[in-house]
């Protein structure tokens, strides 16, 4: 089942702070985040895995609270260059395959 | 180092025509995947492979056929367009599955007329 995601679609002034959810109804081994900007492939931003381990990008933070099976995508000091779709994936094992979904996307457009 | 290369990046198609949609990664990967972009929503998950000679079925896998004979490759095969095959398709590679990342080709927009 897709997760979902909040909000749809955001729109910042450079340097504000974002927040972007994703939300599952079943229990999750790991969170996929990605970027993806108008008419290119997705970008990989970060990963969480249940237990703790995090990989990503030094710039980027994100949380992952197992219990609740949600993530939170935390962008700070918005940059002009953090505008596109953001995407998360969510999988219950530890590997793709048909039980790994994404979400339908957060729209993120930063404003000079 | 190329990564994930797919080909072609534009295609058009006629009702009822068969095409090939071509993917190479060159990281030594054993999971690739296909998945298609509809318009504004997110990605859907076609095939799927773990390693050369396995593959099997994402979420919309009607009317299409994969094949994994090597390592490197991993077409896709549409058999009788329809518009509704419509879309952008993403081909996507990973070294060991759901905990490490993914890496996308530019992608093949498709459309069916």
């Known amino acids: 089942q897709q997760p979902v995601q909040s909000p749809q679609a955001v729109i910042l002034r450079e340097g504000e702070d974002a927040v972007i959810n994703c939300s599952s109804s079943k229990a999750l081994y790991s969170v996929h985040w990605y970027r993806q900007k108008h008419g290119e492939a997705p970008v990989f931003l970060m990963i969480l895995l249940k237990g703790g381990e995090q990989k990503g990008h030094e710039k980027i933070s994100a949380s992952f609270n197992e219990k609740k099976q949600q993530s939170s995508l935390y962008l700070t000091a918005s940059q002009l260059s953090y505008s596109g779709t953001y995407f998360c994936g969510t999988g219950p094992l530890p590997h793709y395959g048909q039980n790994f979904v994404f979400g339908p996307g957060t729209r993120l457009s930063v404003l000079p | 180092n190329a990564g994930v290369t797919q080909t072609p990046k534009f295609r058009i198609l006629k009702i009822g025509q068969s095409m090939t949609l071509q993917c190479a990664q060159d990281?030594?990967?054993?999971?690739m995947y296909w998945y298609r972009q509809d318009p504004g929503m997110g990605l859907k998950l076609i095939y799927y492979?773990?390693?050369?000679?396995?593959?099997d079925k994402g979420e919309v896998p009607n009317g299409y056929n994969v094949s994994r004979s090597t390592t490197e490759d991993f077409p896709l095969r549409l058999e009788l367009a329809a518009p509704s095959q419509t879309s952008v398709y993403f081909c996507?590679?990973?070294?060991?599955?759901?905990?490490?990342?993914?890496?996308f080709g530019q992608g093949t927009r498709l459309t069916v007329v």
């Open positions: 990281m030594n990967h054993n999971y």
């Open positions: 996507a590679s990973s070294y060991s599955g759901g905990d490490t990342e993914a890496f």
């Open positions: 492979s773990v390693g050369a000679g396995i593959t």
